[in-house]
T-cell receptor
Framework: ETGVTQSPTHLIKTRGQQVTLRCSSQ?????VSWYQQALGQGPQFIFQ???????GRGNFPPRFSGLQFPNYSSELNVNALELDDSALYLC?????????????FGPGTRLTVL | SQQGEEDPQALSIQEGENATMNCSYK?????LQWYRQNSGRGLVHLIL?????REKHSGRLRVTLDTSKKSSSLLITASRAADTASYFC???????????FGTGTRLTVIP
């Protein structure tokens, strides 16, 4: 177990709705990254936050947004949900020193959009 | 888009045999990491190999990296039924801090 927690575990929404997913980082970690994993695929990078600022973004539209709080916990918000947003959403925390730190993943939130 | 690809996509072996998975990637990297995922749950970090390293060991795991061929391999020796999982390679491209994952290899170890 990594010490990274995510909530909720599962979530069902309908197309057009908005969703907020939460992540609590491992103690002492100041960086959180979010990934989307579609069924049968590898995770794809959504964005990363370092000390409450966005620190890199993958190829995702602006309706995917995030926050990182002073205690380094984080939220992923998705507006105007689409059917293709159905996936496992993973957050990962790390301690930034040199590039390419080991990342510690949470168990994920499985989002189903109907 | 995915950074790399694992080969094979699926592998089935008997307990006690060795399992080898390969990963190819596209860009220059700082390091390459291997992760394991059980049944669509969170990923567990297995091993990190830096771009200036060629081989690394951790328990029953052996990872090699050939930056000239942009490829890596993961060897699991003396496999166990508990090794059944999906295995992903992930690269950190030069200048980036995030991971780019491959498509994964689904390993099944038959008791």
């Amino acid at each position: 177990e990594t010490g990274v927690t995510q909530s909720p575990t599962h979530l069902i929404k309908t197309r057009g709705q908005q969703v907020t997913l939460r992540c609590s980082s491992q103690s002492g970690h100041n960086t959180v990254s979010w990934y989307q994993q579609a069924l049968g695929q590898g995770p794809q990078f959504i964005f990363q936050y370092y000390r409450e600022e966005e620190n890199g973004r993958g190829n995702f539209p602006p309706r995917f947004s995030g926050l990182q709080f002073p205690n380094y916990s984080s939220e992923l918000n998705v507006n105007a949900l689409e059917l293709d947003d159905s996936a496992l959403y993973l957050c990962a925390s790390s301690l930034v020193s040199l590039a390419g730190n080991e990342q510690f993943f949470g168990p994920g939130t499985r989002l189903t959009v109907l | 888009s995915q950074q790399g690809e694992e080969d094979p996509q699926a592998l089935s072996i008997q307990e006690g045999e060795n399992a080898t998975m390969n990963c190819s990637y596209k860009t220059s990297i700082n390091n390459l990491q291997w992760y394991r995922q059980n049944s669509g749950r969170g990923l567990v970090h297995l091993i990190l190999i830096r771009s200036n390293e060629r081989e690394k060991h951790s328990g029953r795991l052996r990872v090699t990296l050939d930056t000239s061929k942009k490829s890596s391999s993961l060897l699991i020796t003396a496999s166990r039924a508990a090794d059944t999982a999906s295995y992903f390679c992930a690269t950190v491209p030069t200048g980036a801090n995030n991971l780019f994952f491959g498509t994964g290899t689904r390993l099944t170890v038959i008791p």
